[in-house]
């Protein structure tokens, strides 16, 4: 699908860049002596950035070509604030003839030793081969690599371009580019290096892996290596002037990955006839997203993003169709790198020809796609941003900083003798730990997790929400405070009763000595388990006790009727095994369940007679038994049937409580509690049945 441009051409030209008020697109004034870019000359010759990669200190490499009288590979390195490292070869340049001609370096990476790997084609007096040159973190050429640093590689009768590598865990080196084979033209071509520049001969035949698709020139541009070792790679496949997205994937051992598509290739039309993917960008979750440009209804060229699931197919939850192009100028834009920042949204560099008359312009863009394809309204310009060098601007290379900000190179100048130019802009990430524009809170990876105040989308969670559970009872679950994306500590909860253990009695927070379970007479647990094996849901469970309600409360303070009984039996880990809240209202004759009080008023009673009793308590008796010698005391008799209760078949401690009334009467204080440990609990094995006494 083809997105409309949303903006009108708003060029920040290079003679008065306005800086002052940074903005997500903006250059970096931090950056450059704050222009916000670096233009460095090499040769007389053109000098041009093809690619870029940031180093773990936070410098930035850019590589790509130099010519004086030849061309060579060209490496120059910066400080993160722009300036040249005078510890990297002259200057912070290095330039290397690695064969008899010209040759292009087009791909760079460092290792985690801190040397750098650039790739590209050398001249062998007659054709090109593929070219790697590694070189030590102050410039200089590894002497433990290839011969002196330098590796090439025929592949096959000629023009053997390599554009592109990554590294393997284990330190080999996988290469793709092209070259033209014997029979079947120019085809895509994968190699692998082991760690000393030698050919992987487990790797394809003999470390090569050439793949002829289709009947015209094929190549590949870039590549990444998966988690799982598979390599993909995408270019373009020709057939008859027709131009098609490629994206093809190969096992670890250089084989087709039958499970890509059927076959591990994918060529995908856009548009109309010409489509030419150049970068690709992997998902965590396995998806490819790929970039580049095609030529649309009119004949203009625009920028081409595709994203395909796991299996190959499009991926329809992007943009609809899979597809989206984006018209960034009247001409020419090009699509040529691609990053994904940890929100899962998409930066694409490029450039774009702003006034198709005079070929000698060309201008660089930087765009920003949601995940779902659609242009970021807040970067740039409605998504895009565009910049005027003053030349032939061209960015090849894209990198994104751990703050967010994005890294380019390519070149400016006159389009004869263009010069490397790196830039760098502002940029606003969720996921980057910076608050930006937009956001009112940043945590990183901690984004949307338990723990954190700030949502996945960088705001800050509502007043209220839950953001960590509690770890037992003797916790209360953390909230959020609706200001802070600090998820603040879950709240001890208090041992209301002094007996050592926070448990649901605490809620009685007037809870006195005497409304602990009376031993005198023995209160007492039963839980029976009736015909285990034949007939579930036939168990029986009975409570006796009695205790003190609190001072200053009375057996005439006790309203089942508008509040119920909560009866708790719990484990002794603090785990249920049985919590019922035996309903409030009055004894229905239509129900057969309900509370009744006696005529003298000293008796609340509540019966279920129906066929199956709700939570299985069948009766519950409440009797005032306040006296001289034993004030405020009430005595509980609670009888369950017709239910499957969990019965442990050991000496089990359990912890009986009851609360009369709700959560209001508990934090009155109308409830009791007894503990009974394993001494106090004996299991009848013939009888199934454990019981507890005190």
């Known amino acids: ?70 061309t060579d590979f060209a490496l120059v390195r910066h400080n993160a604030d722009g300036s040249l490292d005078g510890t990297f070869g002259t200057g912070g340049i290095v330039v290397t003839p690695v064969g008899a001609g010209d040759e292009i370096a ?145 096992e670890s051992d250089g084989s087709l990955d039958g499970t890509f598509d059927g076959d591990g290739i994918v060529t995908t039309a856009i548009d109309t006839n010409y489509a030419i993917a150049t970068s690709l960008v992997l998902d965590p979750d396995g998806r490819i997203t790929v970039v580049g440009y095609t030529r649309n209804v009119d004949l203009d060229t625009d920028v081409a993003v595709v994203r395909y699931n796991a299996d190959g197919s499009l991926d329809t939850s992007f943009d609809g169709d899979g597809k989206v192009q984006i018209p960034v100028g009247p001409d020419g834009d090009n699509g040529r790198a691609i990053a994904r920042e940890a929100d899962g949204k998409l930066v694409i560099v490029g450039n774009f020809d702003p006034d198709p ?56 100048g006159p389009i004869s003798a263009p010069d490397f130019v790196v830039l760098r802009f502002d940029n606003v ?36 929400t839950e953001c960590r559970a509690a770890a037992d009872a003797c916790e209360a679950a953390a909230t959020c405070d609706g200001a802070s994306p600090v998820c603040p500590a879950n709240t001890e909860l208090p041992d209301g009763d002094g007996d050592g253990a926070c ?35 036939n168990d029986t469970f009975a409570l006796g006790t009695q205790f003190a309600l609190p001072p200053g409360r009375s057996f005439a303070d006790l309203d089942p009727l508008d509040e119920g009984v909560r009866v708790l039996l719990l484990a002794d880990d603090g785990t249920s095994r049985l919590d019922v809240t035996v309903p409030a209202g009055a004894y229905s004759t239509a129900t ?64 009986a409580i009851v609360t009369l009334g709700d959560a209001t009467a508990a934090e009155q204080g109308l409830c009791g509690e007894s503990a009974y440990a394993a001494s106090h609990c004996k299991f009848n094995v013939p009888q199934n049945r454990l019981t507890c006494r005190r």
């Not at 940074?22 to 093809?50: H, K, N, R």
């Not at 941003?385 to 900000?405: C, E, I, R, W």
């Open 1 to 70: 699908m083809r997105l409309k441009s949303l903006f009108a051409f708003s060029l920040a030209l290079v003679a008065a860049p306005s800086l002052a008020l940074a903005a997500p697109g903006d250059l970096d004034a931090t950056f450059g002596g704050g222009t916000g870019y670096v233009v460095t000359p090499i040769a007389p010759g053109p000098d041009s950035a093809w690619d870029v990669v940031l180093q773990p200190d936070g410098k930035i490499v850019a590589v790509g070509q130099s010519r004086t009288t030849t």
């Open 106 to 250: 087009r791909g760079v990476l460092v290792q985690p030793d801190g040397k750098l790997v650039a790739v590209g084609y050398s001249n062998n007096g007659s054709n090109n081969d593929f070219a790697l040159v590694r070189y030590n973190p102050d410039g200089s050429l590894d002497g433990t690599f290839g011969t002196g640093g330098i590796v090439t590689t025929p592949i096959g009768t000629g023009g053997d371009n390599a554009l592109h590598v990554a590294r393997q865990d284990d330190g080999k080196l996988v290469v793709a580019g092209y070259a033209a084979m014997p029979g079947t033209g120019i085809d895509p071509v994968v190699a692998r290096y082991d760690a000393d520049g030698t050919l992987d001969g487990t790797f394809g035949t003999g470390g090569i892996v050439a793949v002829p698709v289709g009947a015209g020139t094929d190549t590949l541009a870039k590549l990444a290596i998966q988690p799982d070792g598979k390599i993909v790679t995408v270019g373009y496949v020709s057939a008859g002037g027709v131009f098609d997205f490629l994206v093809m994937r190969l």
């Open 357 to 412: 008359t005079p070929t000698t312009s060309n201008d660089i863009f930087v765009l920003k796609l949601d995940a779902d394809g659609s242009l970021d309204a807040s970067f740039g310009t409605g998504g895009i941003k565009t910049l005027d060098l003053g030349g032939y601007d061209v960015t090849m290379g894209l990198a994104l900083q751990d703050d967010g900000k994005i890294v380019a190179a390519g070149n400016t």
């Open 429 to 464: 990430v969720c996921g980057d730990s910076a608050i930006g524009d937009g956001e009112t809170c940043d945590e990183g990876a901690q984004n949307g997790a338990e723990g954190s105040c700030c949502s996945a989308t960088c705001t800050l969670v509502t007043a209220g």
């Open 503 to 537: 448990d649901a009695i605490d809620a009685c927070t007037t809870l006195d000595p005497g409304q602990v379970f009376s031993t005198k007479p023995k209160s007492r647990v039963v839980l029976a388990k009736i015909n285990a094996e034949t007939v579930p849901g």
């Open 592 to 655: 057969k369940a309900g509370w009744k009080l006696s005529g003298n008023g000293k008796a609340w009673r509540f019966v279920d007679k129906s066929a199956s009793p709700a939570g299985g308590i069948a009766q519950v008796v409440l009797n005032d038994r306040n006296t001289v010698r034993t004030p405020r005391v009430v005595k509980v008799t609670v009888k369950g049937r017709k239910s499957t209760y969990p019965v442990v078949t050991a000496d089990s401690p359990v912890q």
